[in-house]
């Protein structure tokens, strides 16, 4: 009996990288600068005017906003290297995984800024047969997971045109 494609494919990951925590820094770092400049105006008597309020209201409403909206992308974002596939999940809002055959990806890419390399983060980008571009930003790790999937990609996949 001939097995399909699917059933030729070991579905547990051989490889996988997930959210750095660094994504949660611009939650933190918008909460630390509205509480001091909250603390600031207090400390010179204007706390209680409008800009004070206006600081406060801003620093009670826009970091746990920012904290949520982290979690979620934390938890939904991901790449998995599979015997014949990459699995890739972008993260909250675009909750669809996506699928690509080893096959079909010409190029992988790791996109790091000086910071995100320092702490170990960065973003995959995979440039596929057809020329479309798919990525994802914020793993931890992503060189380790990006050599994986460069070494995993046939040969034959690579030399045609």
Same mark, same amino acid.
């Given at each position: 009996?001939?097995?399909?494609?699917? *059933?030729? *494919?070991?579905?547990?990951?051989?490889?996988?990288?997930?959210?750095?925590?660094?994504?949660?820094?611009?939650?933190?770092?918008?909460?630390?600068?509205?509480?001091?400049?909250?603390?600031?105006?207090?400390?010179?008597?204007?706390? &209680?005017?409008?800009?004070?309020?206006?600081?406060?209201?801003?620093?009670?409403?826009?970091?746990?906003?920012?904290?949520?909206?982290?979690?979620?992308?934390?938890?939904?974002?991901?790449?998995?290297?599979? *015997?014949?596939?990459?699995?890739?999940?972008?993260?909250?809002?675009?909750?669809?995984?996506?699928?690509?055959?080893?096959? &079909?990806?010409?190029?992988? *890419?790791?996109?790091?800024?000086?910071?995100?390399?320092?702490?170990?983060?960065?973003?995959?980008?995979?440039?596929?047969?057809?020329?479309?571009?798919?990525?994802?930003?914020?793993?931890?790790?992503?060189?380790?997971?990006?050599?994986?999937?460069?070494?995993?990609?046939?040969?034959?996949?690579?030399?045609?045109?």
């Amino acid at each position: 009996m001939a097995q399909t494609d699917s *059933e030729d *494919e070991i579905i547990v990951p051989r490889a996988e990288a997930h959210a750095h925590w660094s994504i949660f820094l611009p939650a933190l770092i918008v909460a630390l600068l509205y509480a001091l400049v909250w603390a600031f105006l207090k400390i010179i008597g204007y706390g &209680d005017g409008a800009l004070g309020r206006l600081i406060f209201l801003v620093l009670v409403i826009a970091p746990p906003l920012l904290i949520a909206q982290a979690f979620l992308r934390y938890y939904s974002i991901g790449i998995a290297l599979t *015997e014949k596939h990459v699995l890739l999940a972008r993260g909250w809002p675009r909750t669809v995984g996506r699928q690509f055959a080893l096959g &079909d990806i010409v190029v992988v *890419e790791v996109n790091s800024g000086i910071l995100g390399r320092w702490m170990g983060a960065g973003g995959i980008h995979l440039l596929l047969r057809n020329g479309q571009r798919i990525g994802v930003s914020d793993l931890a790790d992503p060189d380790n997971i990006a050599d994986l999937i460069r070494q995993n990609i046939p040969s034959i996949g690579r030399d045609r045109s």
